[in-house]
């Protein structure tokens, strides 16, 4: 075994721990819980090594990254794509990303629904509050999602104007808030849309730093980079 498949191994053995600790500390089944290895900016070679040891479910936030990678990887890889979406990349981007966990306009669904009828998505939510900044309430810089007032608004004209599988709800914690209230009132805001529409049943939540919390608050989508595959290279 090569140097890197072993340290790649060591940690998503540890990553499996926690994932299966995080899981009995709320009577949860591991078979709940999908891992999606986060691997944007690392070389194909590790996707390889990943695959090797089993992963299938990786992510990608940039077409252009994705694109290359996903036909170097065997078939039975499921794509996830998880980044800023923008209109001129749609058309490339349903070509290999089988999931979208990154919807939050619904301009960018009907062309996804145009270019790939049936295509799954997930709606991104943001979790951000408004928060006390030099004595006024702002609302941090905006890092892209649905805002949680306008989900249901969001998820009628989903069914509406677009033929996708609107099949789950995704999020970021926040920056500067503890991240079990943010994804608590994520996992309340999936329950109401589940309600709405009962298609929802996947909530994408968590990343290296926090998918026990997420696992603890019903995400059934995990997003796991650098504890697997260490110090992520920079962008290119
Ligand atoms: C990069 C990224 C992740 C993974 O981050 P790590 O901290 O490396 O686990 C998860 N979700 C999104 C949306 C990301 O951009």
Known sequence: MSDRKAEISAALARVEAEIAQACRNVGRDRSEITLIAVTKTYPVSDIEILYDLGLRHFGENRDQEGSAKAPLIPGDAQWHFQGQIQSKKIKSIVNWAQTIHSVDELDHAIKISERSPGHEIFIQVNLDQPRLV????????????????????????????????????????????????????????????????????????????????????????????????????PLA
């Open 134 to 233: 030099e004595g006024a309430m702002k609302l941090p810089e905006h890092r892209g999602g649905v805002h949680p007032l306008e989900l249901v608004e969001m998820i009628s004209a989903l069914t509406a104007q677009t033929s996708l599988t609107v099949s789950g709800l995704m999020a970021v914690a926040p920056l500067g808030e503890e991240p079990s209230l943010a994804f608590a009132r994520l996992h309340n805001l999936f329950l109401e849309a589940r309600e709405k529409l009962p298609t929802i049943t996947k909530l994408s939540a968590g990343m290296s730093g926090d998918f026990a919390l997420a696992i603890a608050h019903g995400a059934t989508h995990i997003r796991v980079g650098s504890s697997i595959l260490g110090i992520r290279p």
